[in-house]
């Protein structure tokens, strides 16, 4: 399924200057996607994600080392990736509908040949009947499934996810996890998903990437070898629970979790 390296991270260092000194919020992170590959991120709260995140959207520089993307440095905005961040962000006053077209308003792309691409990936997450409602009629999980789609309606190679279901309750992640896969095995995309979730990052996952605490650096990248598609039964396979072992161990031996003592 996967193709040549599409995102490639070279030792890129970021640093954040502020009233109380420097912050090193990432260090010599390297890796790289390949087209078509599901990467996921996982690492404690604040090692770094959000800003890796900035740095793939070309919405921050990095002190050292270079981002590319399809063979390009980049060095501005881009415009060629679809982006979700925890907080859905819909606008009040728009529809679900108008709020997935706002995505391509915003780029100066006429809307009306697009209406009804933007129906049916609001019908691919099981939002049929609601193109019409208003952020406020949705639920968390319905208003996250809306940036979704508006993060989609262009067409993009590239899904980069920012911890989208940390808001969620635990059967709506189940839910849109399942949605997230469907998404990406119909889509061909490239996608980068940020999460504090172990078992969502072994779920989804050709690759997790393990981050150590800040200063974010790569601890280490497990192959997640199970076939597809996943059912959310695989979560009870042995092998699932020797992968989400493997990533709790990495914490544990970084002081990120600390285990009951005297316990085997
Ligand atoms: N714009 C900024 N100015 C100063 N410090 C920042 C800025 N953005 C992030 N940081 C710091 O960099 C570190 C990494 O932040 P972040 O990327 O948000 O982590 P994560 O998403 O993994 O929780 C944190 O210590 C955070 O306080
Ligand atoms: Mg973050």
Redesign the pocket.
Known sequence: MAGGKFVDVAEVSRR???PLGD?A?LEAVSFDVRAGEFVSIV??????????VMLLAGLLAPTSGAVSIGGLVVDRPQTNLGIVFQSPVLLAWRSALDNVLLQLEMRGIPTAPHRERARTLLGSVGLDGFEHRYPHELSGGMRQRVSICRALIHDPPLLVM??PFGALDALTRDQITLDIQRIWARGQKTVVF?THSITEAVFLSDRVLV?TP?P?RVDTLIEVDLPRPRRLAVREDPRFAAYTRQIHDRFLARGVLRDIEGVA
Request: positive net charge.
């Open positions: 954040f200057r502020t912050i919020a690492g404690p709260s604040g090692c770094g994600k959000s800003t890796l920012d911890e940020i981050m800040r974010g």
